[in-house]
């Protein structure tokens, strides 16, 4: 009986949840920038892009903004730091 339990449950699998499609203009891609690889603006005060080089971080303090009317970018946000940090909190203790 077990053996045909595992059987069952093993070749069910859970429906993905379903994802919200993105808006056509979700992220532009801004022009071709020294260090800041596929940089994209999401909003005005938001952009997004892979790590940036040190010649990256360069470039950004000294711009006024990337894109017409926007503002500095004056914040990194590192996800995979965060990530990391987020792993090694949820370790058990003991």
Avoid: C
């Amino acid at each position: 009986m077990l053996g045909s339990l595992l059987l069952a449950s093993a070749g069910h699998t859970p429906a993905e949840p379903a994802i919200a499609p993105r808006p056509p203009p979700w992220a532009v891609p801004v022009a071709a920038n020294p260090g800041l690889p596929t940089l994209h603006r999401v909003e005005a005060t938001r952009y997004r892009s892979a790590q940036p080089t040190p010649k990256g971080f360069l470039y950004l303090g000294k711009q006024p903004g990337l894109a017409h009317a926007d503002r500095p970018i004056k914040t990194v946000v590192s996800l995979p730091a965060i990530l990391t940090i987020a792993a090694w909190l949820a370790l058990p203790v003991g």
